[in-house]
Antibody, heavy 128, light 107 residues
Framework: QVQLQESGPGLVKPSQTLSLTCTVS?????????WAWIRQPPGKGLEWIGS???????NYNPSLKSRVTISVDTSKNQFSLRLSSVTAADTAVHYC?????????????????????WGQGTLVTVSS | DIQMTQSPSTLSASVGDRVTITCRAS??????LAWYRQKPGTAPKLLIY???SLQSEVPSRFSGTGSGTEFTLTISSLQPDDFATYYC?????????FGQGTKLEIK
């Protein structure tokens, strides 16, 4: 059974860096699949932040790209999110998720898919 | 970015009702669309992928149709567990985007 668990500080001060880690169990990240971070401000919808493959290949949402870094540690079966220069607008429940294998590759190497496994989510509040 | 617009935003129905939620894309996304159900305080759960493929262990009362820019999710006979918020998601192109959600309430 694939399980994902987010961890990290629940409170971050404005202008500082938000850091979260997703620990995967029941599946080896090195076996494949893309992995993602998705966030949801309180009472609002879902926003894809970015994704990473086990090789380290990343893709980021252009709206956040200048502030986001996603990395992977296959030895710990974890991947991580860093979001710099946070403001109150970054307050959200942050989810880590796995891309399913039922997506598609196009000729440019783009991979698109749905998300079949999700962590429970962790609320990160940006406040002084 | 591809904008996903769901309608209605809120839907009131009763147990046993048949309901349909619509999702429209701002440009064609072929058949690369998924549907999720989210209960309060929990993560979204994948229901349907590639427009109409039912995720493992998802009840057959859920079904999806559509192509191009217009898609629908139908629940044939509402169960108490189905009162939640539903999201569509396109994965035709980066950035992956979601609809704003449809909240299904008990009438």
């Amino acid at each position: 059974q694939v399980q994902l668990q987010e961890s990290g500080p629940g409170l971050v001060k404005p202008s500082q860096t938000l850091s979260l880690t997703c620990t995967v169990s029941g599946y080896s990240i090195s076996s494949g699949h893309y992995w993602a971070w998705i966030r949801q401000p309180p009472g609002k919808g879902l926003e894809w932040i970015g994704s990473i493959f086990h090789t380290g290949t990343t893709n980021y949402n252009p709206s956040l790209k200048s502030r986001v870094t996603i990395s992977v540690d296959t030895s710990k079966n974890q991947f991580s999110l860093r979001l710099s220069s946070v403001t109150a607008a970054d307050t959200a429940v942050h989810y880590c998720a796995r891309f399913s294998s039922s997506g598609f590759y196009d000729s440019s190497g783009y991979y698109g898919s749905d998300f079949d496994y999700w962590g429970q989510g962790t609320l990160v509040t940006v406040s002084s | 970015d591809i904008q996903m617009t769901q309608s209605p935003s809120t839907l009131s129905a009763s147990v046993g009702d048949r309901v349909t939620i619509t999702c429209r894309a701002s440009q064609t996304i072929s058949r690369w669309l998924a549907w999720y159900r989210q209960k309060p305080g929990t993560a979204p759960k994948l229901l349907i992928y590639k427009v109409s493929s039912l995720q493992s262990e998802v009840p057959s009362r859920f079904s999806g149709t559509g192509s191009g820019t217009e898609f629908t999710l139908t629940i044939s006979s509402l169960q108490p567990d189905d009162f939640a918020t539903y999201y569509c998601q396109q994965y035709y192109a980066h950035p992956y985007t979601f609809g704003q959600g449809t909240k299904l309430e008990i009438k």
